[in-house]
């Protein structure tokens, strides 16, 4: 069964952080670079980190130096550790292979108050 279930999201203050968890299904997770993914109100989706099965990461350049992608293999779950949240950074934050699959998460919803 195709799973994607992401938790960690809340509201917290500007420069503050949040640590997000996503546990995927083994037909998501093994063998693919996994990533997580932002939708602002009146955006496009966006990606924002991606970690391949060797753990070589690579950022977009809003979150660089701020934000660290890790996954454990073992138990088919990958975290988004963001430190100095911005206001820019709210959005609903969800997790998928990369490039993305067809089947998408409910998300977490995390808002950085000014």
């Known amino acids: 069964q195709v799973q994607l279930v992401e938790s960690g999201g809340g509201l917290v203050q500007a420069g503050g952080s949040l640590r997000l968890s996503c546990a995927a299904s083994g037909s998501i997770f093994s063998m693919n670079v996994m990533g997580w993914y932002r939708q602002a109100p009146g955006k496009q989706r966006e990606l924002v980190a991606r970690?391949?099965?060797?753990?070589?990461?690579n950022y977009a350049d809003s979150v660089k130096g701020r934000f660290t992608i890790s996954r454990d293999n073992a138990k088919n779950t990958v975290y988004l550790q963001m430190n100095s949240l911005k206001p820019e950074d709210t959005a609903v934050y969800y997790c998928?292979?990369?490039?993305?699959?067809?089947?998408w998460g409910k998300g977490t919803l995390v808002t950085v108050s000014s």
């Open positions: 998928n292979r990369f490039p993305y699959g067809n089947y």
């Open positions: 970690i391949g099965t060797s753990k070589i990461t």
